[in-house]
């Protein structure tokens, strides 16, 4: 098929060398245009910019899709079908008439659950037990078009956001595949989203990775599990930001031998031998057993305690969401 492809980061690149694989013709990507990136901000490619180049596709990056040129470039490549994986922006309804077979979309959640920008980090901060893909058929709405094929993906209680997001990519990769000839061959027929179970996801930042340790031990670990292993769960001892990339529940022998403490939130109760310390919850206790300090790489939890000369009594410092704004 011939296929005009707009996307931007590794979820997209991953569907976009699916289709290259495949044979499909692509006559024109369409991603964001270069951020800023790194501590010296200069423009980064987008993964989809990346392979699109390396294969000799041709590239465009408007700063807009209302622009008349984007949807000359678009008209020019003459695509049977537009698919959108994470592109980051609606699409207006120009574009979304544009090809004869309109435009797919490859979301990483199972519609209408997880509408919006962050579908993987939410799934796993409200601890969900499954997730999916779903390939729509696009309106005008977030996330709101006909659903057309869609597969669930358990999700193990360990796995985290990197994890997730490289099953999903895969996942959703191949649901594509699958999702293509059948769409123009008249063998799907498109399912109106239900209204029951709709859920929006607004867009994370900086406050949304700020440990509050008065929270319950499970919520903080499926917290640790959605922000790793980038950008890390935030927390903060003796003045320093340490980010938390992993994390378990001790056991019950380890939890019989934690020291008793004040018990406060955030109080180091115990230092788990090998492991890392043990820290307490607003209800609970949890093991950081994978960190990385600031300026350093990521290590184990018991490297941190001995570098660091944690000791049970030590207590992570609160932050407000205030010094989380982003």
Not at 19 to 37: F, M
Not at 158 to 179: K, N, P, V
């Amino acid at each position: 098929m011939r296929i005009v492809f707009m996307g931007t980061p590794e979820l997209a690149a991953t569907a976009l060398k699916a289709l290259y694989d495949a044979g499909h013709e692509l006559p024109l990507v369409i991603t964001q245009p270069d951020r800023p990136k790194g501590r010296g901000g200069k423009p980064a490619f987008s993964p989809v910019k990346a392979y699109a180049g390396d294969k000799g596709i041709p590239i465009f990056q408007p700063d807009g899709l209302k622009d008349p040129l984007t949807l000359k470039m678009v008209a020019e490549a003459s695509p049977e079908v537009i698919v959108v994986a994470a592109y980051g922006r609606l699409l207006p309804a120009a574009m979304l008439e544009a090809a004869p077979l309109g435009c797919l979309n490859v979301h990483a959640s199972l519609l209408p659950a997880y509408r919006g920008a962050a579908p993987i980090q939410q799934v796993l901060l409200d601890g969900g037990a499954e997730t999916g893909v779903t390939i729509m058929k696009m309106d005008e709405g977030l996330d709101t078009g006909p659903i057309l094929l869609s597969e669930k993906l358990p999700i193990p209680a360990d796995m985290d956001f990197g994890g997730l997001y490289q099953a999903l990519s895969d996942l959703g990769a191949r649901l594509l595949l699958e999702a293509l000839p059948l769409w123009a061959g008249g063998g799907l027929k498109p399912q109106a989203q239900p209204a029951e179970g709709a859920s929006y996801v607004e867009r994370l930042g900086r406050r949304h990775e700020i440990i509050d340790w008065t929270k319950p031990a499970e919520a903080i670990r499926n917290q640790i599990r959605a922000f790793s292993p980038s950008p890390g769960a935030a927390a903060v001892y003796d003045g320093k930001e340490l980010k938390i990339l992993a994390a378990r529940f001790p056991t019950a022998e380890e939890t019989a031998a934690l020291e008793s403490g004040t018990g406060q939130a955030g109080e180091i109760v115990g230092l788990i031998r090998r492991a890392g310390p043990a820290v307490a919850a607003g209800e609970g206790y949890i093991v950081l057993t994978k960190v990385q300090p600031a300026g350093k790489k990521p290590m184990d939890g018991w490297s941190w305690l001995n570098g660091s000369r944690a000791e049970a009594g030590g207590r992570f410092q609160p932050q407000s969401s205030e010094d989380g704004e982003s």
